[in-house]
């Protein structure tokens, strides 16, 4: 098949997933000999907001981290209601913290194959998460950089033995499983759905830059220490602050991400399918 443009989007809360999907959309043009791949944020309210439409001759590697085993529950309406294939090749690609992918990557390929893609392959990649660098710190480092570029290289001896749109990729998983039950440091279910991010006045400065990079558009750009809106736990504004001020005490919170520290420090492996 005829590949003459690479594109990537992506929701990436926190820049892991973005650099991720970089990574591949530049393997895959080097090992494909095409054009630089066209890049589109998907991780901003305005950026959801629009439609983006692909079709023969377009290949799209699509991201998004895994929340609770799943596509986002806040962004999956999003991809559902703004991407069209129309024929377009995709590589579904999801980050994970180290724990599990779950059902994340059966999930994003059925999404996508319901909105006129061809799934071509499919990648569940370790990176740091979001709660804690404890959990896959460091990554992607460079032995999952080598293995992105090895995966992209895969996808274009594959695509370059195609004379017809491939059959769907097959993944682990059942994209209509319910999504991961969070537990606290006592092994028992707990819920932080309504954790809201604290500002350390004493080291504010006010620069926005919270508000500004908020996927959810859910802090108040006037009063960066008020959170009005639906906040997802992404941890972009405590990964982002320039001072440090942005931080998260809710108990339940900080008891799974104990458990998490404490269960799941073991470096888990990628997985790749073709």
């Given at each position: 098949m005829e590949i003459k443009q690479i594109h990537a989007l992506c929701y990436s809360g926190a820049g892991v997933t973005e650099k991720m999907v970089r990574l591949l959309a530049e393997a895959l043009e080097k090992e494909l000999g095409l054009p630089q791949a066209v890049f589109h944020g998907f991780r901003k309210p305005e950026e959801r907001a629009a439609d983006?439409?692909?079709?023969?001759?377009?290949?799209?590697?699509?991201?998004?981290?895994?929340?609770?085993?799943?596509?986002?529950?806040?962004?999956?309406?999003?991809?559902?209601?703004?991407?069209?294939?129309?024929?377009?090749?995709?590589?579904?690609?999801?980050?994970?913290?180290?724990?599990?992918?779950?059902?994340?990557?059966?999930?994003?390929?059925?999404?996508?194959?319901?909105?006129?893609?061809?799934?071509?392959a499919a990648g569940?990649?370790?990176?740091?998460?979001?709660?804690?660098?404890?959990?896959?710190?460091?990554?992607?480092?460079?032995?999952?950089?080598?293995?992105?570029r090895e995966f992209g290289k895969r996808i274009a001896e594959k695509l370059r033995g195609l004379e017809a749109p491939p059959p769907p990729v097959e993944v682990p998983g059942d994209p209509e499983a319910p999504y991961y039950v969070p537990r606290g440091l006592d092994g028992q279910p707990t819920q932080f759905l309504k954790a809201k991010p604290q500002t350390d006045l004493s080291k504010c400065c006010n620069c926005g830059v919270c508000a500004r990079l908020c996927p959810m558009g859910a802090i108040d750009p006037a009063n960066v220490a008020a959170v009005p809106g639906t906040c997802i736990k992404c941890q972009c504004c405590v990964r982002k602050c320039t001072h440090h001020a942005k931080y998260f005490d809710d108990p339940a919170f900080l008891s799974h991400v104990a458990m998490l520290e404490k269960n799941f420090q073991e470096p888990r492996e990628n997985a790749v399918f073709l």
């Amino acid at each position: 098949m005829e590949i003459k443009q690479i594109h990537a989007l992506c929701y990436s809360g926190a820049g892991v997933t973005e650099k991720m999907v970089r990574l591949l959309a530049e393997a895959l043009e080097k090992e494909l000999g095409l054009p630089q791949a066209v890049f589109h944020g998907f991780r901003k309210p305005e950026e959801r907001a629009a439609d983006y439409s692909f079709g023969p001759g377009d290949l799209v590697v699509v991201g998004t981290p895994t929340y609770a085993g799943r596509v986002p529950n806040k962004i999956a309406p999003d991809f559902r209601a703004r991407l069209r294939g129309n024929g377009a090749l995709a590589v579904p690609v999801v980050t994970f913290g180290n724990r599990a992918f779950d059902n994340a990557l059966a999930e994003l390929c059925a999404l996508l194959e319901t909105n006129g893609f061809r799934t071509a392959a499919a990648g569940a990649f370790v990176g740091r998460h979001a709660f804690t660098d404890v959990l896959g710190e460091g990554r992607p480092d460079w032995d999952d950089q080598r293995e992105l570029r090895e995966f992209g290289k895969r996808i274009a001896e594959k695509l370059r033995g195609l004379e017809a749109p491939p059959p769907p990729v097959e993944v682990p998983g059942d994209p209509e499983a319910p999504y991961y039950v969070p537990r606290g440091l006592d092994g028992q279910p707990t819920q932080f759905l309504k954790a809201k991010p604290q500002t350390d006045l004493s080291k504010c400065c006010n620069c926005g830059v919270c508000a500004r990079l908020c996927p959810m558009g859910a802090i108040d750009p006037a009063n960066v220490a008020a959170v009005p809106g639906t906040c997802i736990k992404c941890q972009c504004c405590v990964r982002k602050c320039t001072h440090h001020a942005k931080y998260f005490d809710d108990p339940a919170f900080l008891s799974h991400v104990a458990m998490l520290e404490k269960n799941f420090q073991e470096p888990r492996e990628n997985a790749v399918f073709l």
